[in-house]
């Protein structure tokens, strides 16, 4: 059967990877970003490649407004949504608590964190009204370990740990799945942004080693929606296998 996927942040990296797995399996997609240009680019060029449907919303997570009336203003046909890759995040900076840039906490907070809350507020109800729906939260190894000058981002994706934690206790009478896959280093614009668009320091966390490419996470995203009714898998750390632990790498 195919399905109805909304994905958040599918302009770049691992949501992107995961629109055309799904595509390629033949699903709809509705795809989200912040930038209309590349969302227009990936839409077209999977409707002529997979000959699927794909709806795109310019939207940012954080403007809760604009997340509840892009879901509330959906086309019937559109409604329906099986799968919620809840995707959308960053990690802005890296430094200590005590000279940490509050507007870059922010920013982290209100994507990672309320960006995904105001989503799954939006979508949850249909799913559950239904009695069907999954709900794919991206985590993080960073949701497991704290690692130096990781704080707030670590914050954000524990954050996200115990959210699919609550979302599958709140939903599960309904029948709902909830999944979260916790990579480690994959290598996407996520350490461009990282370091606000400086790329010879992005390149050097991807040196010495194979890190995971997005696909790699895409993949076990979709493995995740192929199992049957009764099978749920509610957590998924993937590291590479250079990456032992947040901070151990075997580099060459
Ligand atoms: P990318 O920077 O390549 O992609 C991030 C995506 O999120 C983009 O499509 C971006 O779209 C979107 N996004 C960011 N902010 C917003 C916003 N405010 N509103 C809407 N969309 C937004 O990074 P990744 O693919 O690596 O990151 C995807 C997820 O994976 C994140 O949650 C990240 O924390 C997580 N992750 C990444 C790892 C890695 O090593 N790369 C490891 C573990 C987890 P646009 O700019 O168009 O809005
Ligand atoms: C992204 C991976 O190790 O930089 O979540 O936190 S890490």
């Not at 709809?28 to 990936?42: D, F, K, M, S, Y």
């Not at 699927?52 to 997570?61: A, E, G, L, R």
């Amino acid at each position: 059967m195919k399905k109805l996927v909304f994905i958040t942040g599918a302009t770049s990296g691992i949501g992107l990877a995961c629109a055309k797995k799904f595509a390629a399996d033949g699903n709809n997609l509705i795809l989200t970003g912040r930038r209309a240009e590349r969302l227009q680019e990936i839409s077209a060029s999977l409707q002529k490649e997979f000959d699927v449907n794909v709806k795109t919303i310019q939207m940012d997570v954080r403007d809760k407004a604009d997340v509840f009336s892009a879901v509330d203003d959906l086309p019937d046909a559109w409604q329906n949504i099986d799968v919620l890759i809840n995707n959308a995040g960053l990690a802005v900076g890296l430094g200590t608590i005590q000279e940490g840039e509050i507007d870059d906490w922010e920013r982290m907070i209100d994507t990672n964190v309320k960006g995904l809350l105001y989503v799954s507020r939006a979508i949850l109800p249909g799913m559950v009204a239904r009695k069907s729906g999954h709900v794919i939260n991206i985590g993080s190894i960073a949701g497991k370990e704290v690692y130096p000058n990781g704080n707030v981002y670590c914050a954000t994706k524990f954050a996200v740990d115990a959210l699919t934690k609550a979302i599958r206790i709140d939903a599960v009478q309904a029948g709902i799945k909830v999944t979260q896959i916790a990579p480690g280093a994959v290598e996407t614009e996520f350490s461009i942004v990282r370091f606000k668009g400086d790329k010879e320091k992005a390149d050097s966390v991807y040196k010495g080693f194979e890190p995971l490419h997005p696909e790699d996470i895409a993949d076990s995203v979709f493995y995740v929606t192929t199992l049957p009714p009764h099978v749920n898998i509610n957590d998924l750390l993937i590291m590479p296998t250079a990456q032992a632990s947040a901070t151990i790498l075997h580099k060459k």
